[in-house]
């Protein structure tokens, strides 16, 4: 009996089913980590919080990924549960105002710079990310899937737990707010 | 929420639908019949696409905060610890009863006893740990060389080991001790409480193997009582011990709902020698059980590595069989 082999490492070339999928879910990570920070990024317009769900995103991934179809969309998959992480995260309201409050401050980088005749474009902007920001929370979300990361309706539906329809209706009305809160500015 | 009064109701989410480009073919038609000649919602339909060219600026802006790098190797290197700690699991038949064996990157983590088929006692899942998964495919192996070894028709099973299961660092020196153990020999649990330099830890080396998450593989079925009795196993199941004891060429006899391992029908070794003899050899049969180790056969004891006393030649006078 190997006396010393308590804690020996796996030799490599030990075959475990895992491994390759475990290779695969770095493959993953890689390919989703960016975007799906910075979906969280726009959601929570806080950096640490969006550090903070996007690893909670992909932990979970991760234990779940074995159990994902073949051919499963994995990128509709990792937005469906940084979306659900992300409107946990807004359960507490006081968590909410203070990220609305972020977005509207949220200026462009180098705004202040531009000519004077990008100022009033600039006014426009800034009224609009704290339209975007003021948004109730699913038609926020939905918005940012469709307008800034181009999901499919279907896919924002999942997500949402809403049909797709619903998903449609979201984004469509928070297009309706923004083109309101901009009047007299186009 | 209104609609802006401007636009015609009738044609709105089609308009909207096509300012953001989303119109199909059809709502595109009627979008262009109609603001051909209502001028309010040819304006509606210019300042939603100033507003969806805005969206679009702000997609293609920078973010603040935007720079994920140090995000993703915090992750990665969490990835890491959790794959360590993950294990795959199986249950599989054996001769004796179900078993299941858990295995992480690191080798095997967990081998126990189900006694009864399918049920996951609460203990055994609390060493699994949340993240586990049932994973026959990285098992299949194990289960067939667990079973190879019960069946007497292997005598080694040389897996990786993953110690994440052991609870304390003394009980991993009692399990390595134990695991040095050769096929087919007992010791005593004072034997091992000695050899890991503690003899006074009798009752908590037994404690230790109690614990032992890795039964069969690490050999806790070949430490007995100082009387030569087994003593215990697996909970209530001592009748399993002296099975694994069998196969490797042990006898035991029955006494008193437990099983006993007769020291005059053992072959016998010193420690720290290196020739085994008949027990009744020079002042053998005095010394405690805790400076002996036994063997069955001298077949045992010579696969592991010991050569026949010179004096009472156990290889031209064998005990009885």
Redesign the interface.
């Known amino acids: 009996?190997?006396?010393?082999?308590?804690?020996?490492?796996?030799?490599s070339g030990?075959?475990?089913?895992?491994?390759m999928a475990?290779d695969a879910?770095e493959a993953v990570?890689a390919a989703h980590?960016?975007e799906i920070?910075?979906y969280l990024?726009?959601i929570t317009a806080?950096?640490s919080d969006?550090?903070d769900l996007?690893?909670e995103t992909?932990?979970r991934a991760?234990?779940a990924y074995?159990a994902l179809p073949p051919g499963a969309n994995v990128r509709a998959w990792l937005f469906t549960i940084a979306t659900n992480l992300g409107r946990n995260h807004f359960r507490g309201l006081s968590r909410r105002r203070r990220a609305y409050a972020e977005v509207a401050q949220?200026a462009?980088?180098g705004a202040s710079e531009r000519a004077d005749g990008q100022l009033l474009a600039d006014e426009?902007?800034k009224r609009?990310?704290r339209v975007i920001g003021a948004l109730p929370e699913k038609q926020r979300m939905a918005f940012i899937m469709r307008?800034?990361h181009e999901l499919e309706y279907t896919e924002i539906g999942a997500s949402l737990r809403c049909s797709e329809e619903s998903a449609r209706a979201h984004v469509?009305?928070a297009?309706?707010?923004?083109?309101?809160g901009?009047?007299g500015h186009? | 929420m209104r609609t802006p009064r401007s636009v015609c109701d009738e044609i709105e989410p089609d308009l909207l639908a096509v300012a953001i480009g989303e119109a199909s073919a059809r709502a595109v038609e009627r979008v262009d019949g109609h603001v051909a000649t209502c001028r309010s919602c040819r304006e509606e339909l210019g300042h939603y696409r100033v507003v969806d060219g805005m969206v679009g600026d702000l997609r293609a802006a920078p973010l603040t905060g935007e720079d994920g790098t140090l995000a993703r190797a915090e992750l990665v290197s969490r990835l890491a610890d959790l794959r360590s700690r993950m294990v795959g699991y199986g249950i599989f038949p054996s001769p004796l009863g179900p078993v299941l064996i858990a295995r992480s990157e690191h080798g095997v983590a967990l081998v126990q006893y189900l006694h009864k088929a399918g049920a996951i006692p609460g203990h055994v899942r609390r060493l699994l740990g949340e993240d586990a998964v049932e994973d026959r495919a990285a098992t299949e192996t194990l289960s067939a060389e667990l079973v190879e070894y019960l069946e007497g028709r292997r005598a080694r099973l040389d897996w990786p080991l993953d110690s994440g299961r052991m609870r304390s660092e003394f009980q991993r020196r009692v399990l390595e001790a134990t695991a040095a153990l050769p096929y087919g020999a007992v010791a005593s649990y004072a034997g091992i409480a000695a050899r890991i330099g503690a003899p006074s830890a009798v009752r908590s080396v037994a404690q230790a193997l109690r614990w032992n998450p890795l039964p069969i593989v690490i050999p806790c079925h070949r430490v007995i009582g100082s009387t030569g009795a087994l003593t215990g196993y697996a909970g209530k199941h001592v009748e399993l011990k002296q099975r694994l004891l069998a196969v490797e060429g042990v006898r035991t006899v029955a006494a008193h709902h437990d099983f006993k391992v007769r020291r005059e029908a053992m072959y016998t070794l010193m420690d720290g020698e290196r020739e085994y003899c008949v027990p009744t050899c020079g002042s053998l049969s005095s010394q405690p059980l805790s400076v002996l180790t036994l063997f069955g056969t001298r077949e045992r004891a010579e696969a592991a590595g010991f050569s026949p006393c010179t004096s009472c030649r156990p290889d031209l006078h064998p005990l009885p069989a």
């Open positions: 009996m190997a006396g010393s082999s308590v804690s020996r490492p796996v030799p030990v075959s475990m089913g895992r491994v475990e879910f990570v980590h960016a920070r910075r990024l726009r806080r950096a969006a550090d996007s690893q992909f932990l991760f234990r074995r949220h462009p980088a426009a902007r609009m990310e307008k800034m469509f009305q297009l309706r707010k923004i083109r309101r901009l009047e186009l």
